[in-house]
């Protein structure tokens, strides 16, 4: 009997489900850079008029 060994993917499919995270992780945070940049500048001008001001 000659039997072939199946080759065992296990190791690759979970490096490539924590590469596919890593990658969306990565492009979530780099879509949401520049969505707080209107805020952050109407805050810079007029802190005193801010509704996130600090007391």
Known sequence: M???KE???FWFIVVG???AAI???VMVKGS???KFE???KAMAEDA???AYRHP
Do not use: K, P, Q, Y
């Open 7 to 9: 080759r065992d993917n």
């Open 32 to 34: 949401e850079h520049g």
């Open 38 to 40: 209107s805020t952050a």
């Open 48 to 50: 005193a008029d801010s």
């Open 17 to 19: 489900i924590v590469a």
């Open 2 to 4: 000659n039997e072939v």
């Open 23 to 25: 990658a969306v992780m």
